[in-house]
């Protein structure tokens, strides 16, 4: 059973710093490609960041790079988010997707974590 639990969300001020963690479990961690995402209120889900399953490609939205950071452990089964330079534009619900693509299988499968709540605010 595929399991992604993220945390370290919570609140912090203007300027500070967090540092998401999305542990995985009941898969080849190693093969996907993770990514963060992040809802704020009244808002579409957007795509934050990403990383490919070897973790020699990154990817960050424009309104965060340079601020953001993804990087991941394979030998931990996690992914990371390192938040810097917060701002209060920031406030979501960050998730983290793990997309599988399967040898042969004509689409990749996605799975989603349950979320942590990311509050920029003083």
């Known amino acids: 059973q595929v399991q992604l639990g993220e945390s370290g969300g919570g609140l912090v001020e203007p300027g500070g710093s967090l540092r998401l963690s999305c542990a995985a479990s009941g898969f080849t961690f190693s093969i996907a490609a993770m990514s963060w995402y992040r809802q704020a209120p009244g808002k579409e889900r957007e795509l934050v960041a990403g990383?490919?399953?070897?973790?020699?490609?990154?990817y960050h939205a424009n309104s965060v790079k340079g601020r953001f950071t993804v990087s991941r452990d394979n030998a931990k089964n996690t992914v990371y988010l390192q938040m810097n330079s917060l701002k209060p534009e920031d406030t979501a619900v960050y998730y983290c997707?793990?997309?599988?693509?399967?040898?042969?299988?004509?689409?990749?499968?996605?799975?989603w974590g349950k979320g942590t709540l990311v509050t920029v605010s003083s």
């Open positions: 997707r793990a997309r599988i693509y399967d040898p042969g299988a004509p689409t990749a499968r996605d799975f």
């Open positions: 990383i490919t399953s070897a973790g020699d490609s990154t």
